[in-house]
């Protein structure tokens, strides 16, 4: 069975010794995240998640969801106790508004918690998951009484929430969404519809579900300026919060998945269910959009969250498994083999993991602290610029970290040889839940047409020219140093080619915006090494001064180095193949006619 | 429901414009070889994958295999009787030797059928596929009268074969095999031990299955020089060729795997089965190697088999699902909105998927000539040469067909968007098919390993330079033609990262061996894009060449040049970051004490 330990340690060198939270205890919540606060809650974190989320992972997968003959949907055994010990806990309210009962505790400790969630157990985590996005849209565009009504309960986990977007004919594009809503006399909407792909759509672990859902008011203009957004809760809900009858929220079924089994994802299928609108009528999108920036995040942290713990296991097996001899002469000669980890090719797949891994999560808590930033900061500009950043970041931490969190949770999977291809080692598991955050959330192609399309141009540049600078200064920063000279070095020559690629799609986009498409995937990785050797130098410079300054714990830092030399030597060089691909233009990308498919 | 078209008319082009097997007909089994029964074959084959096998691919997958309480085991509903079907249409001797019922037909026709069998059905195509493995070891070192006894009914299908390797503490080092064989008074050995991973261990397709088992004489060596090969049937078969009675082969268990489904991958448990040497005792790994070199070729050919059916199935998503609009304003503006395959992130995928498909397509039956020639040619040279150069190849297409197949199964499934992580459309099977190739017959490391510390320098490096050589003839052969210089200077490029590669391994790797190990994966893709692009500059000359002489159907051979221009445009830059991890050598990769990662 799979095992898992929660990098406490590597996130509190993150937290205190490079993103220096401290610095911010001036602004709302970080006041209160003191280093010892931190400290005891990414303990306690640890302990719920490799106790009491970990051991039901892998039967959870194995049981799934079921869907009784009433309609009604349990989830897999141990989930409905793990989930009370969740709320008892008091995790479901970490992040959110005190104001309604939450603990206002910064948005990058819930992003630390979310990436042990997610390693300990994917499809668990999604429940409380989908219930922050739903709590997401509500703050923005809630009334107060909507928030009075359904805030506290959902931040106590009483209740839980879900996102309504995917119809069956349409999901990146939702202009075609046909779920109809009709006003009522007193202010309500009956909603119609069918909505596929609804994750922690139905289930047996609270009281009641408050679905948000996307649909179409009968004078709607046509496509994506006539969606809006409503409230519509399994069960009504009293003017006093009392849960009442059942609003025609029916599971037609559970899908069928390649994985995250322990996660019901419903086919909802709404009939005349009573709705209330939230925000504006038609402005149903932005809401919706604002909510899924912030869930972008989340699933880039998912996606090395799955990486980390299928290294994890690799590792174990690595010095474990004993298997043929070490190329340089037996380093076990007792034994009738040596462990695998002796060779380099194991160590290889190992090294990409780590030296991802640990660079993506330093990324995740950064832009989780430019999250809190772009809301918190005490000037307009500061908190722009926060959120300018964070607007930049999104698509590639969504798009970069699932695509190669799941090629790292393959290669793990892979260091297990054959055994690794048995279900029950729990290595294809990691491989067939990690496979999901690649497509939710928008499809990893909308993520790097987002960057081209959107993010890149938006405000004259200014995304892009501030992350340059952001990333001059790291390497400024580590300059002079011998040690720090190859990530200096390797991010000089990362920079270079961001930055002639970012030059070439300027130049040759607006000509043929197909160059922008065609090349929107190789330019997202291109900079999604950028970032991370941007976050290695940063990791290392910081390594470097506490060597220097004197350390208890010297090869904690030395470690560090070496897996950020890793990086930089040997995955940097990518960039230079990733725009050559970029450079090489559409043409050859679109001349077939589709005939000659 | 997925669909499969076998791709008759790329293989008749690879047989008769590139590789001209006309020219072979001297050759024995080449002579039968007529472009008009080739074509024949070839067409009867589709049907048979298409109309037989392929149905029953899914449907196969989520029943999976059973074993019955007594022991027994049947496979997925429609499997027994498309293998009578299979049987009956003789494709179980297609290749196999004339002397015991085959046709002997070339080999490079036998992965013509190997391709399609794999597309079409994955887990169907092993059952064929093992016992082709085992007939060619009794080819290779059975005695006349074990050839007598066993091969006919294998050739005609009556009974299938297995390799029986693994046991649960050693796969890929063999010498700790503890499986043992006790002499008996009439010659025959008495079999004790557990194996597992069986592929095709135990079934209802046949009357018998003839295991071929590695084991330990009492007085054997320790260690790999220890080990033989033994015949060992399910039923013991008497002189005459009757089926007789239990042999104590019993099925333990069917492995729960994470594909490959329909399957029965077995847990096989020998006690004191009656088995008979085959080959000299203490060689048996010699055998079981020549004869699974045989099968790495072919399961390079599952690679791109898998990718090439997931890529069909996208395509035909990508031209019917109809989701936002082309970057240059609507195609079909009548309708809703746009084919997806308007966008240029999506075509990328699919010209991906297409330029590796039909070049690794090219190397693996150029690859399957080279095998027939190395049996058949005329003169001593001519065999040792083609042995060489099948010898370096095998790793190459076994481990990079492999890997990158997998990769274009992924890449085709995001295509569907969330519609490709639900089980019904198929796409989620063919990722979890094509994972196993990366693992069986040696595990892609030991590919990479086989390739750079055994193929490489054999022969003081005769096979390289051949291939070098050759490489180097069918470029300067397009040279000259302006449609081609896209090719022409990209396989240049390729070749010289290639031999830069090369050189620091043969200067490196003598220090340091490990420096060979951490860079041995490297080195083998970048060798892969260099076969792959020697490929399409093969393809693409023949195809210049036929458009120069004036053609029915020009469009076929200008959709083959700008698949390739689309491979050597935007795949092969990568070979420069290879060439740069390769040369970063070992350091960082094995610097790590165990117990940092």
Redesign the interface.
Known sequence: MPIYRAPVKDQLFLLNDVLNIGKYSNLPGYADATPDLVSAILDEAAKFCENELQPINHSGDQEGCTRHDDGSVTTPKGFKEAYAKYVEGGWTGLVQDPEYGGQGLPHVLGLCLEEMLVSANHAFAMYPGLSSGAMAAISIDGSDEQKQKYLPKMIEGTWTGTMNL?EPH????L??LRTKAEPQADGSYKITGTK??ISAGDHDLAENIIHLVLARLPDAPKGVKGISLFIVPKYKVGDDGSVGEFNNVNTASI?????IHGNSTCVLSYEDATGYLIGEANKGLRSMFIMMNAARIGVGVQGFANAEVAYQNA?EY??ER???RS??GAANPDK??D?I?V?????????NA?SFNEAARAASLWCGQLVDLSHKAETEEDRTAADDMVSLLTPIIKGVFTDRG?EYC?SS??VF??H?????TGM?QF??DA??C???EG???IQ??DLVGRKLPSKGGAGAQAFFKFAGEIREQAKGDDRLRPFTDALGAGLKDLQAATMWLMQNAMQN??N???G??AYMHLFGHVLLGTMWTWMAKVAADKLDAGTDDP?FYE?KL??G??YM???M??T??LL??LQ?G?D???????A??
């Open positions: 995917t349409c999901g990146t594009d202009g075609m596929i792909f899908e069928h998945k390649m994985g590792v690595a010095k004993i298997q043929g190329l340089k009738p083999a462990p980890i060779h380099p090719d194991v160590r290889r797949m190992l090294m780590k799941f393959v999977q892979q040889g054959g690794g291809y048995i279900v029950e294809e491989v067939r496979r999901i690649q497509i939710y499809a990893n192609g790097a047409l915006p197909d922008a498409g065609a929107s995937t090869t470690t070496t897996t030399r890793y030597k040997r995955r060089p990518e230079a193949a050559a691909e090489a559409a050859e990308v679109m001349a077939l006619d589709v000659n498919f």
